[in-house]
Nanobody, 122 residues
């Protein structure tokens, strides 16, 4: 079993920044890709970023150049630095874990955190 706990969400003005954290427990996730997803009201959960075990990160086009993924394997934690935030970034953000290669499809992830709300005001 893997437990994931996100933190760092909040209310920020457009153009501002937030840093999300996702702390894993129950097993080491250092060798595996960790995904970040988000879900806005009345919308489907969508891919944001996937942080590979190497630390290399792939991003959705909508956040490329503004968001940066990273990981601290000693802390079993991944991060999502979000800069130049826009109102359309408003959503609940989730981190997710799967035993396997990196994936952009939320249906392929087995473990999820509870989510953290990010609200960007205009």
């Amino acid at each position: 079993q893997v437990q994931l706990v996100e933190s760092g969400g909040g209310l920020v003005q457009a153009g501002g920044s937030l840093r999300l954290s996702c702390a894993a427990s129950g097993r080491s996730v250092s060798s595996y890709a960790m995904g970040w997803f988000r879900q806005a009201p009345e919308k489907e959960r969508e891919f944001v970023a996937v942080i590979r075990g190497s630390g290399r990160t792939n991003y959705a086009d909508s956040v490329k150049g503004r968001f940066t993924g990273s990981r601290d394997n000693a802390k079993n934690t991944v991060y999502l630095q979000m800069d130049s935030l826009k109102p359309e970034d408003t959503a609940v953000y989730y981190c997710a874990f799967r035993v396997g290669s990196n994936s952009y499809d939320p249906r392929e992830y087995d473990y999820w955190g509870q989510g953290t709300q990010v609200t960007v005001s205009s």
